[in-house]
């Protein structure tokens, strides 16, 4: 089992119904399609930031990753990343996840609870 969260470039929208229409719109152009749009600046450097709190699962030796996914880096295209992470440990990632976010400027988004991240 896993939990999800999206980040995206862009001004934060008005509120939690203004995201999810959003996120649809975003996962609709860049995960459901079919064609691979590398990550942008912004969204790399914010990949990097999660995987110097915590290690990509390609070489996380001691088990201690949140993430369900490698390379993490795999998850993103464009502006935009939708990542899974483990259930067991979402609580204190989801919250680190948010707070990286925020201090670049990106918008982040929990598709579990419709709700946007500060």
């Not at 995206?8 to 995201?19: R, T």
């Not at 699962?57 to 490698?70: A, F």
């Not at 390379?71 to 948010?98: Q, W």
């Amino acid at each position: 089992m896993s939990y999800d969260l999206a980040v995206w470039e862009g001004a934060p929208p008005a509120d939690d119904e203004a995201a999810g229409k959003l996120f649809d719109a975003l996962y609709d152009q860049y995960v459901a399609a079919d064609e691979e749009v590398p990550p942008t600046p912004a969204i790399s450097a914010y990949v990097s930031a999660l995987l110097d709190q915590w290690p990509d699962l390609t070489e996380d030796e001691d088990d201690i990753s949140p993430w369900s996914t490698e390379p993490l880096i795999n998850e993103a295209s464009g502006p935009f990343i939708y990542f899974p992470m483990r259930y067991s440990m979402a609580d204190e990632a989801r919250e680190y996840a948010a707070n990286v976010a925020a201090s670049m400027g990106l918008v982040c988004y929990d598709p579990q609870h419709s709700q946007l991240l500060t």
